[in-house]
């Protein structure tokens, strides 16, 4: 057999093997931003649930990694087919970031579907309507909601800060114990950054609400002067990741990450059963992931009722809360019922729904949080 | 082939086929973006008039950055040059010629394992309570409490040169097995060590290979994102992680190009001698 017959022969088996089932079956495209758990969320538990119910469709999912340089990738990817002038987009849902998401809207790169779906109705945080300052409502459904929080040895501290003020006290008696991600590797960094600047540059509520006023971010030099000071007696780490791995080997014993992170871990064995969260005054931001379906998209009926079957309470309790450990996207009263007390109260040990509800922040609006992060870059970091 | 040929019509047609392929794709895939990445670091986004505002905010933000990325490019490629003309100097003078095998066997190994897959060993191997200490504690060479984590710019470092070193140690050992083994025979009959021969007969023999594997190593370094986004945690860090931070969290192609162009300008200056050095090849 000659070189070229095998290779005709291996890209005609190959063609004729994805053509197959294109042909037999729907396809619908799921892209989704964030670590890998996302993507084993829709190709463990959700896609085959779906496939289930709707035979002859076959559910593709496309991870683009996490932060918001993952939700970034779809937004270049529909902004692209857009400007090329296509009138059918090849993806069906898109599960990304509040910042990136905020942005599609405002370019209109997304479809207003909520008030088509029986689960619209089973929203009710505000972070349904509003996404870092830019009205959504309509435009997307909350997959979960995820909070950053700071994990600790209670073996080695057995009484961990409850502030960032005593934090810093904490931080200068015992230095380079407590590690964080600085800003540019993950976004419980960028979390515990923007918790710091709540406390201490003041004015809160603008930050997190507007109006925005390009003057404000002189008056940070402070804040920022002794996040530098603070940080000289920091451990970096390498990513949300990196500072669970150093939890782990012990090489720091505190340090911000995130609560659905911390839990799976810990459900895996990759940290330690004894590891525990607090968190801290005045409060620390969270953030959702949204499901949304572009403008035009191809299998647009299928990409609502995909979204609605991941927002049902069943699937937001088995899927979102007992098997991801996030919390859940939709109205936590339905998703509750669905659930055994067991599994609920795991989700609250260390952190309480009272202490969630008092110190869970939202992230600041999109031009104060670029101020925010550029503020660090200059003052902090260089 | 001759003038004569070159001027007959399809004789020049054909050239001109032949060179076409390879003349579009460098122009789609890297004169179109490297211009419209000009464009782009100079404007808006590609947009209003001509500025350098992105320039001075690169600065401005990122001037340890950008030393940082030069001092560990430059440092890196120094190191790598002293331990590939060390490995290819023991190929082509070591007298055991079964650690020679040995050797040959074994340097080429990371040349195979690609940048994001060796930053990810490095993780584990260089973390204060990784491998490496491990070992160095449980064989007491050190004390526990003085481990420590190497996972910042040596790390980096560590990783470029144990990567990159086989690379140029491959293009020296060839050099040096094909330069004319009666130089190296002179030196011994003269009584020199080989320590004197590699550095005064060989080296100098080898050095314009030695020179372009440097800055092939060089450019290669530059533009790896993976390493020091997964290595060093801290700040300052190298140019590639600010690039790809501009975009993804600010969306800000502006200053991540000023930034791009800079790297091409740290390239550019070894590429220059690098094309020098081969058209005087060439003319000789």
């Known amino acids: ?382 | 082939m001759s003038g004569q040929s070159m001027s007959v019509g399809p004789g020049r047609m054909g050239a001109i086929l032949l060179v076409a392929p390879a003349l579009l794709m460098i122009g789609f895939l890297f004169v179109y973006p490297f211009g419209y990445s000009v464009v782009s670091a100079f404007t808006d986004n590609g947009e209003g008039s001509w500025h350098i505002a992105n320039f001075t905010k690169a600065i401005e933000f990122y001037s340890k950055d950008i030393l940082f990325t030069i001092v560990i490019v430059s440092l890196s490629t120094v190191v790598i040059g002293v331990l590939a003309v060390a490995i290819a100097g023991y190929l082509t003078l070591g007298e055991n010629p079964t650690a020679v095998a040995v050797l040959k066997w074994l340097y080429r190994w990371p040349l195979f394992i690609p940048f994001i897959v060796s930053a990810q060993l490095m993780r584990t191997f260089l973390a204060k309570n990784g491998m490496m200490n491990n070992i160095l504690t449980s064989s007491g060479i050190i004390e526990p409490l003085a481990a420590q984590s190497y996972l910042d710019w040596r790390g980096i470092v560590i990783t470029f040169v144990w990567k990159q070193t086989p690379f140029v140690a491959l293009l020296v050992a060839g050099a040096m097995a094909s330069i004319d083994r009666t130089t190296i025979d002179a030196g011994r009959i003269f009584g020199a060590s080989r320590l004197r021969i590699l550095i005064e007969l060989v080296v100098p023999q080898i050095a314009t290979t030695l020179m372009v594997g440097l800055i092939l190593s060089y450019v290669v370094m530059l533009s790896v994102l993976s390493v020091p986004l997964m290595i060093n945690a801290q700040s300052p860090t190298m140019l590639t992680v600010d690039m790809a931070w501009r975009i993804n969290s600010y969306g800000d192609y502006g200053v991540a190009n000023a930034l791009g162009i800079m790297s091409y300008l740290f390239t550019g200056v070894v590429a220059w001698f690098y094309l020098r050095q081969s058209l005087k090849d060439k003319g000789a």
Request: hydrophobic share 40%; proline share 7%.
């Open chain 1, 1 to 382: 057999m000659t070189l070229k017959s095998v290779l005709t022969g291996a890209i005609s088996s190959a063609v004729i093997a994805v053509a197959l089932p294109a042909s037999a079956e729907t396809q619908l495209n799921v892209m989704t931003g964030g670590s890998q758990n996302m993507v084993e969320y829709v190709t463990d538990y959700l896609g085959p649930l779906f496939e289930e119910k709707y035979p002859g469709v076959k559910v593709r999912v496309t991870g683009t990694g996490p932060g918001d340089a993952g939700s970034q990738k779809i937004l270049e990817k529909l902004e692209a087919q857009s400007a090329a002038g296509k009138e059918q987009w090849d993806i069906d849902v898109i599960v990304a970031a509040q910042k990136k998401t905020g942005e599609m809207k405002e370019k209109g790169l997304l479809a207003d579907f909520r008030n088509n779906i029986e689960t619209g109705k089973l929203v009710t945080r505000a972070t349904a309507e509003n996404a870092l300052g830019v009205y959504v409502g309509g435009y997307v459904m909350p997959m979960f909601h995820s909070q950053t929080a700071i994990a600790y040895n209670p073996a080695l501290v057995p009484n961990p800060p409850e502030s960032y003020d005593e934090l810093r006290a904490w931080v200068e008696k015992y230095p380079k114990q407590f590690g964080y991600n600085g800003i540019k590797n993950g976004m419980s960094g960028v979390a515990f950054v923007t918790g710091w600047m709540y406390t201490y540059a003041g004015d809160t509520k603008t930050l997190q609400s507007g109006p925005y006023d390009p003057a404000k971010k002189d008056t940070w030099a402070q804040a920022y002067a002794d996040l530098k000071a603070f940080n000289e007696n920091v451990t970096f780490t390498p990513g949300n990741a990196g500072t669970l791995d150093m939890l782990n080997r012990g090489e720091i014993v505190m340090g911000p990450v995130w609560v659905d992170m911390f839990y799976s871990w810990q459900g895996d064995g990759r940290i330690p059963p004894n590891l525990k969260l607090k968190l801290i005054a005045p409060g620390m931001p969270g953030q959702p992931y949204y499901y949304a379906t572009p403008a035009k998209a191809a299998n647009k009926d299928l990409a609502e009722k995909f979204i609605e079957l991941a927002t049902s309470p069943a699937v937001q309790a088995e899927g979102i809360v007992n098997r991801f450990n996030w919390y859940p996207g939709i109205d936590a009263d339905h998703v509750k019922a669905a659930l055994d007390e067991e599994v609920w109260t795991k989700l609250f040990t260390d952190v309480t729904p009272l202490e969630l509800a008092q110190k869970g922040k939202p992230f600041p609006i999109g031009p104060y949080f670029d101020d925010i992060k550029e503020g660090y870059e200059k003052q902090v970091s260089n």
